[in-house]
């Protein structure tokens, strides 16, 4: 009696042992399954942000570009990576809203056509992305060279939005009719924007590119045209990214200057 009762006690231990050792096992598999979820999904995500693109930062231009293996001033751009998707999300979300005010300033500040001021800050933001540039900084030089007129022309002979000299630079404008296109706000940025990334992968720095198409690389200083483009710059930046309730119309010395350019563009 004591043989049998003994036995059975030690077959109900033997089953509860291996239903113990069977939920062991399967809270385990249950364990790595979830890890392994978890790994995937930051990696997912982490490459998803790797893919986002900083192109409005001009601290980074002069720095990636020269770092940038078999890429040259005739050939496409390719994407920078660097920036969080969030920040990159919230400047495209943002990009339509801050032309409208860049627009308005232009319209208020340089009495310019509203059709017109609309047209020359979408053009910014549609070649400045193509040639990996800040919008605001092409516009910042239009604003120091032309003062946002179309058909400006300076006694050196420079011209158009971003005073380009034809008589150096004629060859760029075949492409587009002949130098009298320099008079056409698509041809004299593009041209103007192709300029300042040449400058900048040569150089280095944007202080320097500017520096170079003033006209002045080979001269000590600049006087002082990079840094009025710069200050035109922070102030644009100011501009768009003001709040919704903040009106700002001024920016600190933004004229036009006759015969801006000393020599080269």
Known sequence: MNIEARGE?????????????????A?????????????????????QGLTQVDLSRPGLQGEWLR???????????PALVEAPPLVEQRAVAETPRAQ???????????????????????????????VKLDPLLLLAVMSVES????FAQSVRGAQGLMQ???????????????????????ANIRVGAELLRIYLLREGSTEAA???????????????????????????????EAPDDLVMRALPGTSVRDGANLSGS
Request: aromatic share 8%; glycine share 8%.
């Open 9 to 25: 006690r030690l077959q109900a231990s033997q089953v509860v042992l291996a239903f113990v050792l069977a939920a062991v096992v």
């Open 27 to 47: 809270g385990c598999v249950l364990w790595a399954l979830v890890t392994v979820h978890s790994v995937s999904s930051g990696a997912r995500l982490a490459t």
């Open 67 to 77: 770092k940038t293996p078999g890429w040259s001033a005739t050939t496409p751009a």
């Open 100 to 130: 409208r005010r860049l627009t308005d300033h232009i319209v208020d500040r340089y009495q310019v056509d509203a059709i017109q001021a609309a047209q020359v800050v979408a053009l910014a933001y549609e070649v400045a992305d193509e």
């Open 147 to 150: 003062s946002f007129n179309t």
């Open 164 to 186: 380009i000299r034809t008589q150096v630079h004629a060859e760029r404008f075949e492409r587009f009719g002949g130098s009298e296109a320099v008079f056409d706000p698509q």
């Open 210 to 240: 500017l520096k170079s198409y003033v006209g002045a690389a080979r001269r000590p200083h600049d006087s002082g045209y990079g840094a009025r483009v710069l200050r035109a710059r922070d102030g644009l930046r100011g501009v768009a």
